[in-house]
Each structure stands twice: as structure tokens, then as C-alpha cells.
């Protein structure tokens, strides 16, 4: 008998997950799957990002170390930033046309949309904001007695604790300064960087660094180096592939602990999250699922004639579905290097170079989703956003998400920036909060696929399949 593909494998452990956590709810077993099931989904989270470090650090070294010279280093480097750039861009138009067409946050009462709307005025006359389009529905007659309500309610209401650590953050990434970034990219220490996932970005120019130094070192010098980075590269590419043994029963793990988190013994309760944000939702899936199905297989018909769009997804599928159980580009990054190196077909000089540089800086998912919650936010306030404004989300997003970290929820950090570039109020971030988690899952997808996309890209570019042999 056939042995089932390892992406349907995972696809079943999903499903599975899902009736679990469900069935759980229902029958008040939500607290025996939170201790004794979702903690291996823990593990394998943990076990992915122990690998995701030293493999990205030795692959890129041994990627550089395999170029023929120095310069065919920049020239990849400059096309790879290059359509990270453009698909972003893509990405963040995608969501505001959407946003703008079907205009989720009008679909609302209008009671609500006045009462939010007022509550912006409040806020910006508080913080001497001043409010986006001028008007002033506070001011209104009839609308008064309702202002000083709001007013007297928000005054007693209390900054939700996960909003208002997200909003610290936030605002200690806005006062850096221009270059911080920058700063942000060298290690002073390449041990601590090695220990704290979230400085990926410092493990990659470290790995650069080591990998063009090690290319003019004599060959008599680094005859010790080389078959040392070599076999330590070969071992954790092995130890993916071994962990991958166990994904179908760690993504239901990951999957049933998430959704019993969210529903506890009340199964109503994510019913409730998604009818009382269903627009938003629908519109961010849409946008998301444009992105996969429609926009990335697209760019690899045009221009990468040997991936057939069956082939593509079939190659991606176990990264695919890894990327939206763990909603981390990082922890899935062992897994798209293989399924880029070993399914597609493209060389290791590409994967070990551009999928690396991807989960950190290209997070096209991720942009999409704040240009349309930004949009959505507005709508919901009764703001009218200008051309202006809301080129000044694309260029905002744009930056935001290449300093957003490869976890989960790093987005709503962004986000918070993003709102503010706006002059709007980062704490609206509460609003969208409750179907975040869920809608991250989603966006690491596109993420983790974008990234295969660009590499394939980049490896026509540079002739760089392992061979010729058609993926379908």
C-alpha cells in the first residue's frame, strides 16, 4: 500500500486537532487537553526553533563558502531584497484594494460606529491628536449626552494588560532612531544573539560575515573548517527530517491545545469572536488565500516554467501546513528549506541564503493584514482615510513588517506603529485581538510561501536547480 504523503498527513492531524478540541468543549475536557496534550505541541515548537538557529547559521556559511566568488554574493543578495520588496508592496495592495471595495468596518450598526467614532474624538482631543477628517460628532447637540457618557465609562475601564504590554513595545521600537535598525542588524555578542531567537537577523549577517571572510582564507588554512560546517549542516538538516517523523501527531497537539485555549469549556465562545469580526475575517482570509492560490503560483507560471501550479503545492505542502500550526516563519524555516531544497529542486547556495533572509525580513502576510486591519479600524470609527494617509500605511507596513521578528503575534506590534504613523489609536488593536491568533496562523502561510516563491525565483535567475526535471 502507498504510504499517505506527509502534507496529508499533517492535514489529518489538523482536522483532528480541530474535532478534538471541539468535541472537548463540548464534553468539558479542556483542561485535561491544555496539560496533558498541548504541551507537545510546546515541545515540538521548541524542538523546530533549536534546530531553525545552527542550521541557518552553518547553511549559510556553507552556502556562501560553495560561490565561485565574492560578487555573485551581492548580485544575489540585491535580487533576493528586490523581490522581497515587490512582493511586499504587492501584498499591502492587495489588502487596500480589498478593504476599500468591500468596506468590512461599515457593515456595523450605526449606534456602535457613533459610539467608536466619539470615543476616537475623546482620544485625540485627550493626547491633542487631531482628528483625521476634522469633523466633530462630539460637538453635535444630540450627541452630547452620549459623549459625556462615553467619556465617564472610558475613564473607569482599564488598559487590557496583553494591549498595553504589545503598545510598550511599540513605542520603544518608534523612539529608536532612524539608524537603529541598522544597529539592531550587529551582534556584539554572537553567543547571546545564538541563544535569543528573535535576533535571527544578527545570526544572518554574523553567518555572511564568517562565510565571505572564510572564502579568502588560504585552502591549506581551512581544510579544518570546511568538513566541520559541512557535517554540522548535514546533521541538522537530519534532524528535521527526523522530527518530521513525529508533525502529524505534534500539529494536532499544537492545534487541539490552541482552540481549547480559546474556547475553554464553552464552545460558543469562538463562535462569538468570529460574528462579532466576521467582515474583517472574511476579508483578510480572502486576501490571504489571493496571495497563495492566486498571485504566488501566478509569478511561478510566468516565469518559472518547470513548477506546475499542482507541483508547487505539493512540494510546499508540509511547510504549509506547519506555517499555520506554529505561526512562526522561524520555527517552519528547517522545514522550507527542505521542502524548497529537496521538492522544488533548488540548489542549497539558494536556499541556505535567501529562505533565511525571507523568515526574517519578508513578511508579506503580515503587511497584508495591516494595511486592511488599519482600513478596517478606521471604518469602524467612522475615519475616512486619504490617499495621502493611506500611502502612508503602505510605506509604514512596507518598513514595519522587515523589523517584524518571525514569531507569533509580532504583526500587532507592527501594527500598533502603523497606527500611529496614521494618527489613529494604537489601543484599538483590543478590537481585532480576540481573532488574531487564528488570523496569524493564516498570514505565517503566505509568509513561508512567499519566501519558496522568491527563492525559485532567484534560483532561475541564477540557473541554480539541483535538475531539469519538470515538478508537477
Known sequence: MKKLALHWQIIIGLTLGVIWAVVGSYLGWSEFTLNWINPFGTIFINILKLIAVPLVLFSIIKGITGLTDASSLGRIGAKTLGVYLITTITAITVGLTLVNTT??????????????????????????????????????????????????????????????????????????????????????????????????????????????????????????????????????????????????????????????????????AVKEIFIGLGGYSVVVFIGLALMVFVIYPGILSLLVKRISYRGFFKAMGPAQMLAFSTSSSAATLPVTMDCVQDNLKVSKKITSFVLPIGATVNMDGTSLYQAIAVIFLAQMHMVDLSVAQQLTIVLTATLASIGAAAVPSAGLVMLIIVLESVGLNPAWIAIIFPVDRILDMCRTVVNVTGDATVSTLIAQTESEFIEDTPVS
Not at 468596518?105 to 467608536?116: C, F, I, N, S, V
Not at 556584539?188 to 531567537?197: G, T, Y
Not at 588560504?218 to 534532524?239: S, Y
Open 103 to 268: 468596506q468590512p468596518g461599515k457593515t456595523l450598526a450605526d449606534e456602535q460606529r457613533l459610539e467608536y467614532r466619539i470615543q476616537y474624538e475623546l482620544w485625540a482631543n485627550e493626547n491633542g491628536r487631531e482628528v483625521k477628517d476634522g469633523e466633530c460628532y462630539s460637538c453635535l447637540p444630540e450627541n452630547q449626552a452620549l459623549a459625556a457618557e462615553i467619556a465617564e465609562k472610558l475613564q473607569m475601564e482599564a488598559v487590557d494588560e496583553k494591549v498595553s504590554e504589545k503598545m510598550e513595545t511599540a513605542s520603544k521600537t518608534k523612539e529608536a532612531g532612524p539608524l537603529q535598525p541598522l544597529v539592531d542588524m550587529v551582534p556584539e555578542n554572537i553567543f547571546l544573539s545564538l541563544s535569543d531567537n528573535g535576533l535571527m537577523l544578527q545570526i544572518i549577517v554574523f553567518a555572511i560575515f564568517f562565510g565571505v571572510v572564510l572564502l579568502g582564507v588560504p585552502e591549506d588554512k581551512k581544510k579544518g573548517v570546511m568538513p566541520f560546517i559541512d557535517g554540522m549542516n548535514e546533521v541538522f538538516l537530519r534532524m528535521v527530517d527526523v522530527v518530521m517523523k513525529g508533525a502529524p501527531f505534534f500539529v494536532f497537539a499544537l492545534l487541539a491545545g490552541k482552540i481549547s485555549e480559546m474556547a475553554g469549556d464553552n464552545p460558543a
